[in-house]
């Protein structure tokens, strides 16, 4: 499990500009990326949307339907855990 998170927080640091010394809020969008990778890893619902919408990027009503989908599973939605993981850091 911690070589997984190790995997996921090189790859969060290559998404951004690899700096020495990093600010606060530069660290935390490292680490919510890092978060982000990991969710997309545990749940398979992500890569479903994700491929809709490529495939049909004009259609506002795949939007609407994403929207209406994470506001119905709110307590395991990402921005939840997100919450719970920024929570934790202070």
């Known amino acids: ?51 809709k919408l490529k495939r049909s990027p004009g259609d506002l009503s795949l939007v609407t339907s994403l929207v209406s989908h994470l506001l119905r599973y709110q307590a395991s939605s990402p921005s939840s855990r997100l919450q719970a993981a920024g929570r934790g850091k202070d």
């Open 1 to 51: 499990m911690e070589e997984r998170r190790l995997r996921l927080q090189e790859a969060a640091n290559k998404r951004f500009c690899s700096q020495v010394a990093l600010t606060p809020e530069e660290r935390e969008q490292r680490a919510l990326y890092a978060a982000i990778l990991e969710y997309e890893q545990d749940h398979d619902w992500p890569k479903h949307w994700k491929a």
